[in-house]
T-cell receptor, first 108, second 119 residues
Framework: GIQVEQSPPDLILQEGANSTLRCNFSDSVNNLQWFHQNPWGQLINLFY???GTKQNGRLSATTVATERYSLLYISSSQTTDSGVYFC??????????FGTGTRLKVLA | GAVVSQHPSRVICKSGTSVKIECRSLDFQATTMFWYRQFPKQSLMLMATSNEGSKATYEQGVEKDKFLINHASLTLSTLTVTSAHPEDSSFYIC???????????????FGPGTRLTVL
């Protein structure tokens, strides 16, 4: 099956710092998305980004489908950004395959 | 917006007992729901697809006799972990696809998860 690797696996930032999270996939994927899983476990949909670039406040994402990667940028990080960030794609109708995740901790 | 709820949010049980987890779509109907499992510090893995009115379909390696899924109505799917053991301790998350027009890109709605601890 398609492998989805995320880097870095763990990241610690000081509040206010910027970061880039990367998602590499081994083959073409459909419906690539980025999720934030907060410390209580809730998954929050950040971006639907099969290609191109999108921005939402301090977050932005870019997917280069031809090169099989996607990036999530977090600027001016806040402690509430802590949690785990997953990229995921759908296999068949609605079945999500999740990446390995990046665990982010933002220190005050 | 559409909401998916799960109950209970956390449960602790003794080894050998069975535990039922409910997943509800609160303001929409879902003929299909999905169950995921997440071990500590790991990613989410799809366990099974729950189909209203028919049998669930399980992913490779998931024991259907251990993880019983019942989708008895258009708003409720249940996952029963039978004869639970400590290795079944995990975070279980359900999801449901949105009804037409409710999500811009058909992204799913995820429940808040159920944390199961088997002693």
């Amino acid at each position: 099956g398609i492998q989805v690797e995320q880097s870095p696996p763990d990241l610690i930032l000081q509040e206010g710092a910027n970061s880039t999270l990367r998602c590499n996939f081994s083959d073409s994927v459909n419906n690539l998305q980025w999720f934030h899983q907060n410390p209580w476990g809730q998954l929050i949909n950040l971006f639907y980004i099969p290609s191109g670039t999108k921005q939402n406040g301090r977050l932005s994402a870019t997917t280069v489908a031809t090169e099989r990667y996607s990036l999530l940028y977090i600027s001016s990080s806040q402690t509430t950004d802590s949690g785990v960030y997953f990229c995921a794609f759908t296999s068949g109708t609605y079945k999500y395959i999740f990446g390995t995740g990046t665990r982010l901790k933002v220190l005050a | 917006g559409a909401v998916v709820s799960q109950h209970p949010s956390r449960v602790i049980c003794k080894s050998g007992t069975s535990v039922k987890i409910e997943c509800r779509s609160l303001d929409f109907q879902a003929t299909t729901m999905f169950w995921y499992r997440q071990f500590p510090k790991q990613s989410l893995m799809l366990m099974a697809t729950s189909n209203e009115g028919s049998k669930a379909t399980y992913e490779q390696g998931v024991e259907k006799d251990k993880f019983l899924i019942n989708h008895a109505s258009l708003t409720l799917s249940t996952l029963t972990v039978t004869s639970a053991h400590p290795e079944d301790s995990s975070f279980y998350i359900c999801s449901a696809p949105p009804p037409p027009g409710l999500a811009e890109h058909n992204e799913q709605f995820f429940g808040p998860g159920t944390r199961l601890t088997v002693l």
